[in-house]
């Protein structure tokens, strides 16, 4: 009987999981007894990890994501976004990026729709506010940074220079320390092409509600970096939140009031809202439920993994997974042997890994390791962090792309042209009509 296995989410789980279902049913795939269909809004995968290298302009944008359809050939590819699963009569609902919705049927189905920024209701967030999530978040945070730089040199204006030149990070996980350690490095970096920028005048702080930052690299590490950063001049407050920021104006707990018009918000993620549109069991945490075997707890022919569902860690009993890449990419492969075994009627294996620990690449040359408890700081853990991601970062492709891309920035220095333009890329043909019209 002919199998459609339909994948929602085109990541680290869609990707990872249709690359060796494609490898491991290539027979059926030929045969048309195996049909695969990825649905994302993206024709991409994003390396989320190399994205504040993209932000700092060490990469190119393009080199950061794997494009889905050169890569995964036997699969069809549907861009767009999956509003409704139901999974009791096999159906979801696609919504394309044009025209009206529809349904789709499968015989199994993978939920890897990752997750999005946890946010809460602090006023002015959403008018201000921005995530690092996505390949476009990264670059139109690395114009805006870029831009501040330009608006800050030209005027004559002390409050509007003031403004422009403090950038906020609230959550400092991976997200947010790496992305505000190689903003802050590029920033630096950028000063010396600006003659009325001095030092002192860029002032970057980083908002924690917790006593720790970058936990994923243990309480050694993470109280380094923390004097790493403090020494580098960034403002690193700890249990701290942030109350308010109508209109640029920031309230910090701490009684902290300041203006700044950037601020980033990375703290922490929940999983895609699609997860609640289903009709699959969630856990108390609005993950989607899973069971070690990666398939949804209690439910016949669904499977799930990555940072949208809840997966028990079995290596550490009452625990579960880690929203993280090194789970996601292991727990794929281990999602796609278990669905091959599910089609050929054998029993199912449980995903084991413990957490080996974590690389954080901090701006040029500085880094962070703690990984098989081997502890690096400075340049060596820099360069951990890069030989580690060229080598997961899907294709071969891709990798020399990276390479040449890091080659470049070594003997040209990095691009800090803002290109913030692109973002308003009609605006210079409509100020053209309307001096027509005049
Ligand atoms: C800046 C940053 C740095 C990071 N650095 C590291 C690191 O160094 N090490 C590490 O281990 N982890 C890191 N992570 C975390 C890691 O990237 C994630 O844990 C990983 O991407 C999770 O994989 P996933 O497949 O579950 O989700 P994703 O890779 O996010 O993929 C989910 C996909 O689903 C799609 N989707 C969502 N909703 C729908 C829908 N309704 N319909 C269709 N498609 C949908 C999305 O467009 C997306 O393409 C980092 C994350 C960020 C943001």
Known sequence: MKKHILIVGGGYVGLYTAL???????????????????????????????????AAGNLSPRHVVAPLRRILPKARILNGTVTKVSHSDRTVTFQPAEGEPRQLTYDVIVMAA????????????????????TVGEAIALRNRVLHQLDLAESTDDPDVRRRALTFVVVGAGFAGVEALAELEDMAKDSRRYYRNIGPSDLRWVLVEATNRVLPEVGPEMGKWTLEQLRERGI?????????????????????????????????????SPVVRDSDLPLDERGRIKGTARLTVAGTPDAFAAGDAAGVPDVTNPGQFCAPNAQHAVRQAKVLADNIVRHLRGEELVEYRHKYVGSVAGLGLHQGVANVYGVKLRGFPAWFMHRTYHLSRVPTLNRKVRVVVDWTLTLFFKRETISLGEMEHPREGFRAAVATTHR
Request: charged share 25%; glycine share 10%; hydrophobic share 35%.
């Open 114 to 133: 990752g997750s999005i920024s946890r946010t809460l209701p602090i006023p002015g967030l959403t008018d201000i506010g921005i995530g690092f999530k």
């Open 235 to 271: 403002d690193v407050r700890l249990e701290t939140r942030l109350e308010s920021c109508v209109g640029g104006h920031v309230m910090l707990s701490d009684g902290t009031e300041f203006e700044a018009e950037t601020l980033v918000w990375t703290a922490g993620v929940k999983a």
């Open 20 to 54: 060796r279902l494609q490898r491991r049913l290539r027979r059926e795939l030929h045969g048309g007894e195996v049909r695969i269909t990825i649905i994302d809004p993206q024709s991409y995968m994003t390396y989320q990890p190399f994205l504040p290298e993209a």
